[in-house]
C-alpha cells in the first residue's frame, strides 16, 4: 500500500497533555485523528474545547481544526488501512521510584483482540529503556501483526504547542523497515532533525535529555547550599560570569565538548579543583554531596571502560596493544591527572600485553614505576594489533577511521 495521508488511520491514546499536543499539531499538518480519552467526562470536557490545564496556543488550534479531529473513547481500527497508535498514556513514579506502567498497560491490552489488523504501536509516553523490548513485547508476544515504535517527547510546559511544531529533533526507534518508512512520511513535514534508531535507544535518549536538565539545576543549586555555608558570597554576580565563558556562546556552542561522554577529566585544574571545594563542602554539607559523586564517576569510568575493553578483546589473540595519546587532552603535553596514564596503568595490573604507546607531544611517560619511550610517529596498520584510543589527537582519528572496527576501541567515543 502506498503511504498517503488518507491510508493512515491514526489513534492517539490519553488525551493529557502530550496528547492534546500531539492531536493539535497533526491535525495541524493535514492528519486526521482519532483522539481517545476513556474518561468520558473528561471527553465531554475537551469535545466543548473545555481544556484541564493551560497551554498557550492548544485551544485555538483544536478549535480551528476540530473537522480533523474525531474525540471518542475507544480504538478505532481500520482493516483496510494502516493503523497507527500513539501511546500518549501517564506513566508516574511510585513512592519508592519506580515507574508505574498500569496505565501504558491498559492501553496496549486493548490492542490485543486485533489480531489481523497492520497496527504500528507508538509509544510516546515516557518509559525506562528497555520497556518495549521487555514488558511490552511481552504483553503482546500473541499480537505478531504489531509493529513497535519508540517516539519520545520533548515539550516544555509554556510552550509546548510550538516545541512540537517546531521541534529541532525527532526521535523515532524502530526496528522495522516498513515502520520506519511510515514514521518518516509522518514526519516530513516537520523542519526538523529527524533521528533514526533503535527502541532502547530511543527510550535511553528521553532520560538522557531531562536528567541533565535536573543535573544542571541540582549542582547551581549545590553551588548556592554551600555559598550559605560561606557567608559572602554574591552568587547572582558569580553565576553571571560564569555565564560570560564565550564556550556558552556560538553554534554549536563549545560548551558541547563537556557533554560528551569519554574516559573522563584530568589536567591540572579539574581535578585539583574538585577535590579541593569536595573537601571543604564535605566539612561545611557533609560527604553526601554532587562533588563526591563527581570524583566517584571519574573514577569509576576507567574502571567500566578496561572490563568493557579485556571483554571485547578476551576471545581474540591480538600480538600487541596499541595505546593512541598519552596527555590529557589533545593540543598539550601535560600529563598531570591524565586518565589516559590512569587507564594504561589499571589495564596492565589487570593483563600483562605487549604494547606501545604514541603520542603527538609527549616523549616518555613512567608506567608502574618504569620509564617507556613514546612514538611519535603515526601507526601502521597491523591486524594482529588491537589500538585504543586514549586521546583524541586528529591524527589517530584519521587512521582509526581507515582500519577495521574489531581492530580498535574507542575510550572517547569520537569515532
Known amino acids: 500500500m502506498k503511504i498517503k495521508k488518507e491510508n493512515l488511520n491514526i489513534n492517539i491514546v490519553g488525551l493529557g497533555f502530550v496528547g492534546l499536543i500531539t492531536t493539535a499539531v497533526f491535525s495541524k499538518k493535514g492528519f486526521m485523528i482519532n483522539a481517545i480519552e476513556n474518561d468520558k467526562k473528561k471527553l465531554e470536557k475537551i469535545k466543548k474545547n473545555q481544556i484541564e490545564f493551560y497551554e498557550p496556543h492548544l485551544n485555538q488550534n483544536l478549535k480551528k481544526y476540530k ?29 519508592n521510584g519506580k515507574i508505574d506502567l498500569k496505565f501504558l ?14 497496527i504500528i504501536l507508538i509509544i510516546k509516553s515516557t518509559v525506562l529503556p528497555g520497556t518495549i523490548n521487555g514488558e511490552l513485547k511481552h504483553l503482546l508476544r500473541n499480537n505478531k501483526n504489531i509493529k513497535f515504535c519508540s517516539n519520545p517527547e520533548f515539550l516544555q510546559e509554556g510552550q509546548a504547542f510550538k516545541d512540537f511544531l517546531y521541534s529541532e529533533k525527532i526521535v523515532v526507534g524502530s526496528e522495522d523497515r516498513t515502520t520506519s518508512k511510515i514514521m518518516k512520511y ?78 573522563g577529566y584530568g589536567g591540572s585544574c579539574l581535578p585539583k579543583d574538585v577535590k579541593s571545594l569536595e573537601f571543604m ?3 561545611l554539607i557533609g560527604s553526601n554531596n554532587i562533588l563526591s559523586n563527581i570524583i566517584n564517576i571519574n573514577l569509576q569510568i576507567t574502571n567500566e571502560i578496561i572490563l568493557d575493553v579485556l571483554n571485547t578483546i578476551k576471545k581474540k589473540k591480538f600480538d600487541k596493544i596499541i595505546f593512541l595519546g598519552i596527555s590529557f587532552k589533545p593540543g598539550s603535553d601535560d600529563v598531570r591527572e591524565s586518565k589516559s596514564v590512569e587507564f594504561i ?58 582500519i577495521p572496527k574489531n581492530n580498535y576501541y574507542d575510550t572517547r567515543e569520537l569515532i
Open 186 to 263: 509522518i514526519y516530513s513535514g516537520f523542519n526538523s532533525k529527524y533521528i533514526l534508531t533503535n527502541f532502547i535507544t530511543a527510550e535511553y535518549i528521553k532520560y538522557l535529555s531531562n536528567n541533565l536538565l535536573a543535573c544542571l539545576i541540582s549542582y547551581s543549586n549545590f553551588m548556592k547550599i554551600l555559598s550559605f555555608r560561606l557567608r559572602g558570597i554574591e552568587l547572582k554576580k558569580s553565576f553571571d560570569v560564569v555565564k560570560l565563558d564565550k564556550r556558552w556562546f556560538g553554534n554549536p556552542a563549545k560548551i558541547l565538548n563537556y557533554f560528551h561522554p569519554g574516559l
Open 281 to 283: 563542602a564535605s566539612k
Open 345 to 402: 596503568k589499571k589495564l596492565l595490573k589487570k593483563k600483562n600485553f605487549n604494547f606501545y604507546i604514541y603520542d603527538e607531544k609527549v616523549k616518555k611517560i613512567k608506567i608502574n614505576n618504569k620509564f617507556f619511550k613514546v612514538k611519535g610517529s603515526l601507526p601502521y596498520f597491523n591486524n594482529k594489533n588491537f589500538y585504543i584510543l586514549l586521546t583524541g589527537w586528529k591524527r589517530y582519528l584519521k587512521f582509526l577511521r581507515k
Open 67 to 95: 473537522n480533523r479531529i474525531n474525540f471518542i473513547s475507544n480504538l478505532k481500527i481500520d482493516e483496510d488501512k494502516i493503523n497507527i497508535v500513539f501511546i500518549c498514556v501517564g506513566t508516574p513514579s511510585k513512592k
Open 105 to 118: 498497560k491498559n492501553a496496549c491490552n486493548k490492542l490485543k483482540i486485533y489480531k489481523n489488523q497492520q
